[in-house]
């Protein structure tokens, strides 16, 4: 299933975009966009979306999105069923969190937030509950105000518990590539590890590619992508393997050969430890969500319209971003 690009309008003069959504339910909606999305989402529990991971999730659900990685929630059931579901969006661009960082020592934060978010980061529960405490300010009328919020949220959060979620091949590695914040020589493996993942790999042919010893490489994959190259290696195949199961009807077993695995039994149960679940639960908890009878453009157009561009005639375009601004 292709995702549906999603433009993020941020009004004028705002650095961040703030986006109270309140819905009886929350529709699946497999998007992506250029920007990092803070979302708690208060008042539901269902399925999270976030590239190749899949999740159920509950009660101040926090999640971190990195840029141009497929997500979305969905639920058909509120906690307190007289209350409508809540998600509370916070967009903003890498670049300006970099450049915060880089002219504000005080936003220092900011670089380790986005590195550790780099597939997407899920907070454990004190997180959501201490953010659902920041709202008045972050839903102010003065964008001042929220950029504040915001800054002080994100800066915070750089340090609270979390787990990964996406591997890394849940990406659209044509458009996306490497991470391009690593140093150059990790660059040259993880190109080499994403063009050839399907292939056994010697630990020796990345040293070559990255003109490292066996030690140091090891030490530096830790120290920048926060785990082994096994590790990583293995990640970037059952994360292939999940985009295949969710975007294709191929028998498993082609997947499991496209994906890098030698049998369809090793396969079958390194995805079990990595997902805890069955490639073939897998397919079918895509399949269950998506909506019958959508195409993808058909996705977009149903989003809030809080979140699309409509044609409007210019008098109502106004007013509906000066009600944007204040959201």
């Not at 293995?234 to 199961?245: D, F, N, P, S, T």
Request: hydrophobic content about 40%; aromatic content about 8%; proline content about 7%.
């Amino acid at each position: 299933m292709k995702p549906a690009y999603e433009h993020v309008e941020f009004g004028e003069d705002c650095s961040v975009r703030v986006y109270h959504r309140r819905l009886p339910r929350i529709p699946f909606e497999w998007h992506h966009h250029p920007e990092y999305e803070l979302t708690l989402t208060m008042n539901s529990h269902g399925k999270r979306y976030i590239g190749d991971s899949v999740n159920d999730y509950g009660a101040e659900d926090l999640v971190l999105v990195p840029p141009d990685l497929p997500h979305t929630w969905a639920s058909n059931r509120s906690i307190e069923p007289s209350s409508p579901q809540v998600a509370i969006v916070i967009w903003f661009d890498g670049d300006w969190a970099r450049r915060m960082a880089d002219c504000c020592r005080e936003y220092e934060p900011l670089r380790r937030l986005l590195r550790r978010a780099a597939c997407g980061l899920a907070f454990e529960a004190p997180a959501g509950e201490w953010m659902r405490g920041r709202l008045d300010a972050l839903l102010s009328n003065v964008a001042r105000e929220r950029l504040s919020a915001a800054l002080d949220i994100l800066c915070t959060l750089a340090d609270a518990p979390g787990r990964p979620l996406a591997s890394p091949s849940a990406f659209d590695q044509a458009t996306t590539g490497p991470s391009g914040h690593e140093p150059e020589r990790i660059n040259r493996v993880l190109s080499m590890i994403d063009a050839r993942f399907a292939e056994p790999l010697r630990l020796s042919e990345l040293c070559a590619a990255a003109s490292l010893s066996e030690r140091t490489l090891t030490r530096y994959f830790v120290q920048h992508i926060g785990e082994s190259v096994g590790r990583y290696i293995a990640r970037v195949r059952i994360g292939h393997a999940c985009r295949m199961l969710a975007d294709t009807s191929l028998p498993v077993a082609v997947i499991a050969a496209r994906s890098g695995f030698a049998n369809v039994a090793n396969f079958n149960r390194q995805f079990k430890a990595a997902r805890h679940t069955t490639p073939a639960e897998y397919r079918r908890q895509f399949a269950a969500a998506a909506p019958a009878g959508h195409d993808d453009a058909a996705l977009l157009t149903e989003r809030s319209p809080s979140l699309e561009r409509e044609r409007k005639p210019s008098g109502e375009r106004k007013r509906r971003s000066e009600r944007d601004r204040r959201a």
